[in-house]
C-alpha cells in the first residue's frame, strides 16, 4: 500500500503512535507541481509531478540533556513508517546532547484544516496565462525576437504533529516566471521575471513589451570601463541582496562578533541607525499576495533554525525600521544565548519607506547613470562587512538626461547591502519582485528600486 492511499494527517498521526521516544515531531510535505518551457517562440515540455517527504523528529532525554535525530525520505510506504521512526529515535540516542535543545511548543491552537486533504496544483493553473503567451510569441516573432524561459507553479501543504499535541497545517502556493528575449544573432539578451501565488496576476503581453523596449535599447551599444557609478538597481536586485542581508542576520553570529551586525568588544548593533533614508525592512506571514508559514516548520537544525521550535508562531517582524536595525533572527535557543527578542526566520521580506516613485520616474530623474536588469551568481567575499561579489546580466543601459541612451557592458561589482542602504539616496516605489539570484530558494518578496551614487563596479564582465 503506497502512503498516497493514506491521507497526510493519519501518516503524521499513525507515526507519532509509532514513536518510543521522549518527544516527536512529524512534518508531512505533499508537493505538487506543474510547468511550462519554452525556446525560440515555442512550447518545448510541460508536465506535472506529485510527491510526499516525511520527516522525523525524535528527541530522547538524558544525563547529560536532551538530542534529536532527524531522518527524512520520499515516497514513504506504509510498511517503512515503523522503520523511518526507529531511525530517528536511533540518530537521537547515538547523538550527543542538542546545543538547542528547548521543551516541544505547546499550546497553539489546532488548525482547523488538519485533517483535509492537500491541496494540489495542476496545469489547469495555466489555463489563461499559456494563451496569453502563446500571443507573446506571435508578437515576438513578427517584432524579430525571439522569447526563451519557463513557468512554475508549486502547491505544498504541509502537517505538522507532535508529541506535545500540536496538529498545525499550512498550505503554500509559489509561482514563477522567467522570461529572456534574444535577439536573432544572440547578441542581445533581455530578462524579465515575476513572482505569482496563481499565474492570475501575470500578463505575458506586458513582459514581452518590456523587453522590447529594452531589446531597442541595446541596439547602441557603448564600452564603458570599471569604476562606481550612480546605479539605479530594480527591485529584483534590491530582493537579491536583502535576501542575502537577512540570511546573514543571526543574532547569535552578530553576538559572538562574526558579522556585520556586530560590535567590536561584543554585543550587537540592534538599535544602530544604518542609513539616512526613513527605510523599514519587514516580514509578515499574513502580507496579502505574499502570505507565507505563521508558524515554524524546521526540517532540520543549524544556524538560526530548532527542531526544537517546530510550530511556534511568527509574528510580523521589522528587521529594520526607519533606518534602524530592531532585529536580528534568532530562535529560542539563540535568544536565550544573547538576550535577543525571539525572531524566527519568516519566508518574505517587504522592503517600504521609499518616494513612492516608478522604476520610470527615477530614470527621468538620473542626469548620468546606469540602469540595471538583475544580479547573478552572488558570493560572500568578507562576512565581517557582508561584501558581496556577482555579475550584472541581460543588460545594464546608460541614462542621459533623463533618457536610456544605449545598453553597455556588463560588470562584475564589490557591494554589501548594509553599506548600500546607507548610502542610498533615494528609494522608489515598492512592488512584488522575483529575485533572479535567489528564485529557487526565496520568492516572497516586494521591493523599491534603489538609487546609489556610486555603485562599485570592480572591473568589466563579458558576459551577456
Known amino acids: ?29 505533499e508537493e505538487s507541481t506543474a510547468n511550462l518551457r519554452w525556446a525560440g517562440n515555442a512550447l518545448t515540455t510541460n508536465g506535472v509531478t506529485r510527491g510526499r517527504t516525511l520527516t522525523v523528529v525524535a ?54 484544516d488538519f485533517t483535509d486533504a492537500p491541496a494540489e496544483t495542476s496545469s489547469a493553473v495555466f489555463a489563461d496565462f499559456a494563451p496569453a503567451l502563446g500571443e507573446a510569441f506571435a508578437r515576438a516573432r513578427a517584432g524579430g525576437r525571439e522569447l526563451y524561459g519557463f ?39 533581455a530578462w524579465a521575471g515575476r513572482s505569482t501565488r496563481d499565474f492570475k496576476d501575470v500578463d505575458p503581453a506586458a513582459l514581452d513589451a518590456e523587453l522590447a523596449v529594452r531589446l531597442g535599447w541595446a541596439e547602441r551599444r557603448v564600452e564603458l570601463p570599471a569604476g562606481r557609478y550612480e546605479t539605479l538597481l530594480p527591485p529584483t536586485a534590491v530582493a537579491d541582496l536583502l535576501i542575502y542581508q537577512l540570511w546573514s542576520a543571526s543574532g547569535r553570529d552578530a553576538a559572538e562578533g562574526r558579522t556585520v551586525f556586530s560590535t567590536p568588544g561584543g554585543g550587537t ?42 510550530g511556534l508562531p511568527v509574528a510580523a517582524t521589522d528587521w529594520i525600521r526607519a533606518g534602524e536595525l530592531n532585529r536580528l533572527t534568532t530562535t529560542r ?17 517587504v522592503l517600504e519607506g521609499g518616494t513612492g516613485r516608478s522604476l520610470e520616474e527615477m ?42 541612451v544605449g545598453e553597455v557592458n556588463n560588470f562584475r561589482f564589490n557591494e554589501s547591502p548594509v553599506s548600500l542602504l546607507g ?32 555603485f562599485n563596479m570592480s572591473s568589466v564582465s563579458q558576459g551577456v
Open 151 to 189: 513557468a512554475r507553479h508549486e502547491l505544498t501543504s504541509t502537517y505538522l504533529g507532535t508529541s506535545t499535541g500540536l496538529r498545525l497545517r499550512h498550505d503554500q502556493p509559489t509561482g514563477t516566471l522567467e522570461l529572456n528575449a534574444k535577439s536573432p544573432d544572440r547578441t542581445r539578451s
Open 269 to 310: 548593533r540592534v538599535g544602530d541607525r544604518l542609513g539616512e533614508l526613513p527605510l523599514t525592512l519587514r516580514s509578515d506571514p499574513h502580507e496579502p499576495g505574499l502570505e507565507s508559514a505563521p508558524f515554524v516548520i524546521a526540517h532540520a537544525s543549524g544556524g538560526d533554525q530548532s527542531v526544537f521550535d517546530n
Open 423 to 454: 548610502r542610498a539616496t533615494e528609494a522608489g516605489r515598492t512592488e512584488k519582485t522575483l529575485p533572479r539570484e535567489w528564485g529557487d530558494w526565496f520568492t516572497r518578496a516586494a521591493m523599491p528600486a534603489l538609487r546609489v551614487p556610486d
Open 1 to 29: 500500500m503506497s502512503a498516497r492511499t493514506n491521507k497526510p494527517h493519519e501518516i503524521v498521526e499513525r507515526a507519532l503512535e509509532l514513536s518510543r521516544a521522549d518527544g516527536c515531531v512529524v512534518i508531512a510535505d
Open 333 to 349: 535557543h539563540s535568544a536565550g544565548l544573547t538576550g535577543l527578542p525571539v525572531a524566527p526566520a519568516i519566508d518574505n521580506l
Open 59 to 112: 528527541t530522547v532525554d538524558g544525563q547529560q540533556g536532551t538530542a534529536s535525530g532527524v531522518v527524512s525520505r520520499s515516497a514513504v510506504t506504509v510498511d517503512e513508517l515503523e522503520p523511518l521512526v526507529r531511525a530517528a529515535e536511533a540518530a537521537a540516542r547515538g547523538a550527543g546532547p542538542a546545543e538547542d535543545a528547548q521543551p516541544l511548543v505547546t499550546g497553539v491552537p489546532a488548525s482547523p
Open 363 to 404: 530614470v527621468a530623474g538620473t542626469g548620468r547613470g546606469l540602469l540595471l536588469t538583475c544580479l547573478w551568481y552572488i558570493r560572500e567575499v568578507d562576512p565581517a562587512t557582508l561584501l558581496l561579489t556577482g555579475l550584472t546580466r541581460d543588460g545594464v543601459y546608460l541614462v542621459e538626461d533623463g533618457e536610456v
